[in-house]
């Protein structure tokens, strides 16, 4: 088994097994507190009590949060780390369509196999090829049908403990792929919603190298939206997360770095990108799962990429970025089109008018092909910087309006 495969136990877990109490000590231990505190009967058993610790009931209703902090002598923030970070949706904008399907996280019902498991990877892997080649508005509905109609019956299905990790942790792959998907098509929401599931279910599997990529993916839209210390936190408890997994590692210190970058703090900025380097070096591709082979050299040096173009440097930028189109696999359309038009950016910015035209019109000619929102925000941040009326930029800004109007 190698780190990412290690299961942990949940902070409910740990607090019981510390204290060598089962399960019905627990239920006795808040039954009393409930009543000491004028809360009269819980309704509880052991069996509550498991999916608790297990996470198949997010948080419990109150007051129980409270009484179990009050049992363990522990902050509720300390039995349930994640809330903190779920709940910085407030203030997303409304999705015209945010469908996310919720999949539960029972232990009983249809008995599944590692047969179905392996389907759910495979069919997974293929929609992320479907979503780097076409962007998230050509794949994400197939997305919500399969998880509505393949993923939740097998989540209320009968399974061994194995079994049922490897399960949680393919469908909370998938369920961060929606939640990608999402935001790749501006859908906030949504795709806060699908990250915050993906989240819950990494979390049940025991799958802290899953937690921490969701956290990673979390953290890249709340820095995308401004909220940057959401985002921070995100990025410190992926941090944690991550400890055996230098590939993630690396993740997490290069999204450091994209904030620090947008916040104009060259230092820390650059101290980052140190740290990103180094952990890369010491990661091992061939031991890391299947669902973070994206991150690869190419996607790092498209990242130091943007770190230089924010931080002012654009002829510095300008090598990072051609050195990622260089690595990028050809059937990455979405990379390689935000790519070129980071390097029309870049070329912009060094007073390269005619280049960073001819280069940005490049970056349409992939971006047609494509639904992705994101992509189509790069190219209009590059025509927002031109002046029309320049004869270099005329022909670049009336064909960017023809596929911009397009959303």
Known sequence: MNAHQRTSKTPLQRERHIRGWS?????????????????GELGIDA??????????????????????????????????????????D????????????????????????????????????????????????????????????EVAPMLHGTYSDQVGRELMTAAGVLSRRAGMMAYDVGQHTAAHRSLAQALQLARTAGHNALAAHVLISMSHQAIDLGRDRDALRMLE??????????????????????????????SDCERALSVAAGAFERADPAADPDWI??????????????????????????????????????????????????????YLDQRELEQAC??????????????SRRTLASIADLTSRLEPQEPAAREFTEKAAALLQQW
């Open 293 to 346: 082979a994206s991150a690869d050299e190419a996607y790092l040096a498209g990242q130091f990429g943007n770190c230089y173009v924010d931080l002012g440097q654009p002829a510095r930028a300008e090598q990072y970025i051609r050195s990622s189109l260089a690595g990028y696999r050809p059937e990455y359309v979405r990379r390689r089109a935000m790519a070129t038009a980071l390097l029309a950016r870049s």
């Open 23 to 39: 399960l019905e000590e627990v239920v006795e231990g808040l039954q009393q507190l409930a009543r000491k505190h004028g809360y």
């Open 358 to 371: 001819l280069v940005g019109g490049d970056a349409v000619s992939l971006a047609v092909a494509l639904k």
């Open 90 to 149: 407030h203030g997303l904008p409304d999705d015209p369509d945010d469908t996310v399907v919720e999949l539960p996280v029972p232990w009983i019902g249809r008995h599944v196999g590692r047969v179905d498991v392996h389907r759910i990877r495979t069919d997974s892997e293929l929609f992320g090829l479907m979503d780097h080649r076409h962007g998230g508005g050509h794949v994400r509905w197939m997305v919500i049908e399969y998880l509505r109609r």
């Open 47 to 88: 069996n509550a009590v498991s999916r608790h610790e297990r996470g198949v009931i997010k948080r419990p209703r109150a007051p129980l949060p409270e009484l179990y902090s009050r049992l363990y002598r522990k902050p509720v923030r300390v039995l349930w780390p994640d809330d903190d970070l779920l709940a910085w």
């Open 237 to 266: 408890a992926a941090r944690q997360d991550a400890a055996a997994a230098p590939t993630l590692l690396a993740k997490v210190a290069v999204m450091h770095a994209r904030l620090h970058a947008r916040l104009g703090e060259r």
